[in-house]
């Protein structure tokens, strides 16, 4: 009997018995990728039950590997059949195509499976709660992977073991998923999407009971179970499932109605808006967001806004934009702001594919960054929370919350106002985390972000959410430009109360794990063993936090207060003149991210000399600590 079915290595370890060649030996040997493939065929076809279903490969990603095993592309195999995707920002993501590295039918399905023996384990009660399953609009046709067949595929793994699936009918916001899990009561919950990846890409972001986004240490127990699950059960091919089983329920219309209904709790001014002259543009990105942005704002009472005709509706090509990111800023807003000056309309809402994100610009042209539109909004939500708690002793059960790359204005914030503000590691997992244990203990998150434009109103979802923050700044706009004040006028208002917050945020790409590695290696023995760097751009280091290995200068014992990740690289400076800086690795992409942030007292307002320090330091920190010309790194474009 042949070993664990589409295992590579597990073929590789038979081949070599019978050639009496080494394991290396056969994988770059191409008769034993035709074995391979053999293997995979009679293996599958041999247990497949032909009254399920029809076809159990997906023949383009079978076509995929023949054409590079016909074609002698052995690198190329060997790097999409020798390594697994492993979870990383609460799941999976990576390029569609054929392999065990990339995102396929087969990946999925095993990932699912995987999830079903965790979570059978995790709940006992899984058979009544079920999961919630989610889609975007990602689709590749070269390898035959859409992110609804990959939806489908998940729910036939959880369906043919009798779990109730709550499988949406047509694509979503990421968000809903998350929504429905807490709404639903199901253990967990699936969103097949990419986000702001690049087109190529797809991905698997699972959610918890509680609606946040997996973290640590359930991710590495999800692995460890997908590792022991890699043969796939003959009915988890079987997509007709989602249409023939009574397991299956189509929560789309309960779950939209519900959400909007409960947009209520961070709609402050209907009547307002019900007047309001203000006209905005939206684009949706080619994604998932314009039904959905339309309905939010007539839930708060607005005339819908005005969208992007280009961008209206999805597009898996993105044909439009170099990246459908629009934390890019204005050279991905072009269309938008072009249509916004014709139909004189102040403000540019985009969200990203999958409508999780928001960015925001104000008429003529500013486009706020993460930082800037989340003291606008996190100024927002406090003013309106104190409008309707007047008891100043509510305040002590109030918190707002920020991924520690992120800007300190919160903090600024709170040490005025009297709330509590807590950090979390970068990823909104994190923050999910810390909203699910502060409401064990009656606390309320009012407010959370992370400067990646990515935003939290409320508590209607325990994750960023696009949608409502779009309705949300359109509702806070009508009221500043009510008083003759813009959204920049207020931001200028906020710096000069709390202090001018200034921040610069940029990456440079690294494809190559070593050099990175090597990068950070020196940071942490940057004149001796075990030193780090003293000083940048001229100024003191004061404090070094190392996360990935749990060094922290700044506490008593040297010990970092947040969580130890290994995994991944993050170390941020202090610097003697009030500058924060930090270099991390992104979890997502091949990035090597920097974060600088002046945090000037209130009353220090000579913004230029503030703006020329920080970019002095910034400058400094990379040429210094990152060395992009010596390391080949690739500068992101302006």
Known sequence: MLVLTFHFLSYAREWNVSTN???????????????????LESNVQSQADPKAHTGVLNPRTRAQIEALLQDGHVEELRRRLLSRMTFGTAGLRAAMGAGF???NDLTIIQSTQGMYKFLARSFPDFGSRGVVVGFDTRAQEASGCNSERLARLTA????????????????VPTPFVPYAVKRLGAAAGVMVTASHNP????????YWHNGAQISSPNDKEILKFIEESLEPWSESWDESLSDSSPLRRDPLREICHAYMEDLNSVCFHRELNTKSPLKFVHSSFHGVGHNYVQQAFRAFGFSPPIPVPEQKDPDPNFPTVSCPNPEEGESVLELSLRLAERE?????????PDADRLAVAECVWKVFTGNELAALLGWWMLFNWKETHPC???????????TTVSSKILKAFAQIEGFHFEETLPGFKWIGKKIHELAKTGNEVIFAFEESIGFLCGSMVPDKDGVSAAVVVAEMASYLYNKNQTLHQQLQNIFEVYGYHISTTSYVICKEPLTVKRIFTRIRNFEDENTYPKSSGGHRIMHVRDVTTGYDSSQPDNRCVLPVTKSSQMITFTLQNGIVATLRTS????????????????????ISSLEEELKKVTNALVEEFLEPDKNNLIRRST
């Not at 004189?344 to 990203?352: E, F, R, W």
């Not at 979890?587 to 209130?602: D, L, N, Q």
Request: charged share 25%.
């Open 21 to 39: 060649k080494s394991r290396s030996q056969a994988i770059e040997d191409p008769h034993y990728f035709t074995y391979f493939m053999s293997c």
């Open 101 to 103: 590295a990339l995102i």
């Open 156 to 171: 036939a793994v959880m369906l043919c073991k009798d779990i109730p699936v709550y499988l949406f009918s047509t694509y």
């Open 199 to 206: 087109k190529e890409d797809n991905g698997y972001k699972v």
């Open 344 to 352: 004189n309309a102040k403000i540019v809402l985009a969200t990203d």
């Open 392 to 402: 100043q002793a509510d305040m002590g059960r109030v918190y707002m919350l920020a």
């Open 587 to 606: 979890g997502t992409e091949p990035k090597i991210k920097f974060y600088t942030e002046f945090c000037a007292p209130p009353g220090k307002s000579d």
